[in-house]
């Protein structure tokens, strides 16, 4: 796969790559990993409620809010 960047990206990647002293291609795998992995864990979460829904499990809105709280106010 081949991915191309804007200028500005490129910049980007290159002054990150710089400062971690490490190749932009190993920084741009690296970004890439934790943007992926945190999208694909959401995602897993959204189909996870929508089953939880579809069995007619809810959360009364106590629960819900220390949910957010514990997942979301940091």
């Known amino acids: 796969m081949e ?3 804007t200028p500005e990206l ?3 990647l290159q002054f990150v790559a710089l400062n971690a002293n490490k ?4 920084v741009a795998r690296e ?3 934790q943007m992926l992995g945190e999208r694909t864990r959401m995602i ?3 189909e996870q409620a929508q089953a939880s829904y579809a ?5 009364e809105e106590e629960e819900m809010d220390a ?8």
Not at 55 to 59: A, H, I, P, V
Not at 67 to 74: V, Y
Request: hydrophobic share 40%; aromatic share 6%; no cysteine.
């Open 3 to 5: 991915i191309h960047l």
């Open 10 to 12: 490129e910049e980007q």
């Open 23 to 26: 190749d932009a291609e190993e």
């Open 31 to 33: 970004v890439l990993t």
């Open 44 to 46: 897993r979460r959204v």
């Open 55 to 59: 069995r007619g499990e809810f959360l």
């Open 67 to 74: 949910l957010i709280a514990r997942n979301f106010d940091r």
